[in-house]
């Protein structure tokens, strides 16, 4: 059985929250991306709740949680402020966190922070961020892959997509990761549903606006952002990385050099799954996570 809550944070914002699982199991957030919700997991969470408790938030800027229009709302240290915030909120004192696409990039920063609330880290299809900023960079398919993030960030592209219709939205940003007719019709009114508020699609524009990392045009060659050439610490907490190899939004390429940045590092490759893993290989995803998972809380639970 699932719980909605919505849930004041000390972030200033209020959450729409799914939770699942029994509250004194070992605790797991999972965080979705762009252009979704916390339904991202409507595969993988029925098949962790029996082990976990399982935390599932719309993230600020998304279906039901509140919706900043500014775009400072949406600095990478503010979004990973709210998750250490959604833990107090609702009383973990560890947890472990998994996140896809943004989720991901949130979930990477999280870890990076070396709090020790923090137990294990699983990524699904999104990239390190020292990985991704020297692929957009240094490889033009990566680069000409990611050409939409500019795209994302002009001024007016909200108001583009509100005249052609959010149907064209859809079927234009799912045709290229997933076939179309694999979407139950009920899903595919539900995302509409969600963008179609006021505000709603600004909102979810403003994590790519919000965001620093460098994304050069075709062609042009940039120097490495100033942030790259100092020191990066390593993830330390365990980490598990799940891809779904046909992403043709971030390529394979993003899992080389991982494991110069992770100290304790397991990939896992699908390669018959997409950018949409958790949902389009959603029993292989939870597979792959439960055992990952259940070491955390083996490793933490009380001795007899």
Do not use: C
């Amino acid at each position: 059985m699932t719980e909605f809550r919505r849930i004041a944070l000390d972030t200033g914002v209020t959450l729409n929250v799914a939770l699942a699982g029994d509250p004194a199991k070992p605790a797991v957030i999972l965080l979705h991306g762009f252009p979704e919700s916390h339904r991202t997991w409507r595969e993988v969470a029925p098949r962790l709740q029996d082990r976990f408790f399982v935390v599932m938030p719309d993230q600020r800027g998304f279906a039901g949680s509140d919706l900043p229009q500014e775009v400072d709302a949406y600095k990478i240290d503010v979004l990973i402020d709210d998750i250490f915030a959604l833990a107090d909120a609702v009383g973990l004192e560890q947890f472990a966190l998994v996140g896809h696409d943004w989720g991901g990039a949130v979930a990477w920063g999280a870890a990076l922070r070396g709090d020790p609330r923090l137990t294990r880290l699983a990524i699904v299809n999104s990239p390190h961020p020292v990985v991704f900023q020297k692929s957009l960079i240094e490889s033009e398919d990566q680069r000409a892959a990611s050409q939409y993030i500019t795209a994302f960030r002009a001024p007016g592209f909200d108001k583009m997509v509100e005249a052609k219709g959010f149907d064209w939205f859809f079927d234009t940003t799912f045709a290229r990761h997933v076939d179309l007719t694999k979407i139950p019709a009920a899903e595919r009114q539900q995302y509409i549903a969600d963008w179609s508020q006021p505000g709603a699609f600004n909102a979810m524009l403003n994590w790519y606006r919000g965001s620093k990392v460098v994304v050069p045009p075709p062609g042009v060659t940039v120097p490495l952002p100033d942030w790259l050439l100092r020191a990066f610490p390593k993830v330390k907490v365990p980490t598990l990385v799940i891809w779904g190899m046909r992403d043709a939004a971030l390529l394979p390429l993003q899992l080389d050099g991982l494991e110069e940045m992770v100290e304790d590092l397991s990939i896992e490759r699908l390669p018959e799954a997409g950018h949409f893993a958790p949902w389009e290989a959603g029993i292989e995803v939870a597979a792959l996570l439960q055992p990952f998972l259940a070491e955390s809380a083996d490793a933490t639970a009380p001795a007899a």
